[in-house]
């Protein structure tokens, strides 16, 4: 997948040795789990490089160095979830300064905006970030925008945004460019090589992959930046904890094996959905006629298996997600098991009613996180929910 890393190691080699590999002392080939909150101090002023957990734990520590080589980044630190991870970048930010935002983002990024942040004066705008003229207009318009936060693709309408294109826009009105890179993970995209100052992560979806944690991450590959950050982690503390950071380090060894097949899958069953009756559209920047389809295709090396569909209105929606067996109805993604979710009420909910109509993120928009089951069986089960939910 990708070239040579700094130290040699290609991407597929970085995931399994990267960051702390094994355990020096012992010759264990699991990083240990350091299940402790201080550390004895040698005499005062004198420590073995760790004083207390908040501030540093060499598990977390393994993890953060992991995560920095995987997206070519200088520092990584982790949090307790992915808003922990998001929270903290915009703790960079003061009051007065804005935050621009592409038009459709996980509802919680907005919801810490719309709701903490704005409390506190710092402000946020959406914008459509696919039309750069657009984008370039707003930064050169309002000296007060000091950052642009995508995802690409976005969830739930899979949005593509240039990564380079914008954040070199970012850059020219002097402002940071911050890349949620959830959805691609650096298997896929690496937002920092793209021109990216920062990199969020919830870490709970594929980096973990098997719906079984909690976790975020944020990436820089700005020095300064990376000095503000460490510090907003240690003052504000929302870390991750020895044994979840040690479950990501195992999760993320098998994230090329476990991408490889999503997207199989999820190549497999978008190209299905198209052709059923009950689908008005299919959303996967997979198809040719995706939106921002070259895009895609130039700054990421696949296109995920995250896909959402607009059922037509002919069908109960209520009745679809009743009727699915082996899909399971939940919030998340990014799991080894295929989960299905309705965005309006579920993940978009704190969108209000009507920007979410604005933005595309109707009531009968469905999202597919695809699994790794067979792809046959998917297939089969999501026929039989459309087979019910068809209104006679
Ligand atoms: C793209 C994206 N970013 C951030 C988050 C928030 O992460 P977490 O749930 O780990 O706090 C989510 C959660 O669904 C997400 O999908």
Redesign the pocket.
């Given at each position: 997948m990708a070239g040579n890393g700094e130290d040699g190691m290609r991407l597929n080699t970085k995931l399994i040795h990267g960051g702390v590999d094994g355990d020096e002392k012992t010759g264990a080939v699991s990083v240990p789990i350091y299940q402790t909150s201080t550390y004895r101090q040698l005499e005062l002023g004198h420590t073995k490089g760790y004083e207390y957990s908040r501030t540093g734990n060499p598990t977390r520590e393994a993890l953060e160095k992991l995560i920095a080589e995987l997206e070519e980044g200088k520092a990584g630190f982790a949090f307790a979830?992915?808003?922990?991870a998001?929270t903290a970048v915009l703790f960079l930010f003061k009051s007065g300064d804005k935050i621009v935002i592409s038009s459709n983002?996980?509802g919680?990024?907005f919801r810490v905006l719309d709701k903490i942040f704005l409390q506190f004066g710092l402000n946020y705008e959406i914008v459509d970030t696919t039309d750069l003229d657009a984008l370039d207009k707003k930064f050169a318009a309002d000296k007060s925008v000091k950052a642009l936060m995508i995802?690409s693709p976005a969830?739930p309408l899979l949005t593509v945004t240039d990564i380079a294109a914008s954040a070199e826009i970012a850059h020219r009105h002097g402002a940071l460019a911050i890349v949620?890179n959830?959805?691609m993970t650096p298997y896929l995209q690496r937002p920092l090589t793209l021109g990216a100052d920062i990199v969020?992560h919830?870490?709970?979806?594929y980096l973990g992959g098997h719906s079984d944690l909690?976790?975020?991450l944020a990436v820089t590959n700005n020095e300064e930046i990376a000095k503000r950050l460490a510090f907003i982690q240690n003052s504000t503390g929302g870390v991750l904890e020895p044994f979840d950071s040690w479950l990501l380090i195992r999760g993320i060894k098998t994230l090329s094996v476990r991408m490889d097949r999503h997207i199989q899958n999820a190549e497999f069953i978008a190209k299905w959905l198209l052709e059923q009756k009950g689908v008005k559209h299919v959303y996967y920047p997979g198809l040719s006629a995706a939106q921002g389809y070259s895009i895609q295709k130039k700054q990421a090396s696949g296109a995920g298996a995250i896909i959402s569909f607009e059922l037509s209105e002919e069908y109960n929606i209520r009745e679809f997600f009743k009727s699915v067996r082996l899909v399971t109805l939940g919030?998340?993604?990014g799991g080894v098991e295929s989960l299905l979710c309705h965005p309006a009420s579920m993940?978009h909910a704190s969108i209000p009613y009507e920007i979410r109509q604005k933005v595309g993120i109707t009531d009968n928009l469905i999202r597919l996180s695809v699994g790794i089951e067979d792809k046959n069986d998917l297939v089969s089960d999501l026929a039989a929910a459309f087979s019910k939910a068809g209104r006679k």
């Open positions: 979830s992915g808003m922990a998001i983002v996980y919680g990024t995802e969830n949620d959830t959805f969020v919830s870490a709970t979806k909690v976790a975020g919030e998340s993604l993940t």
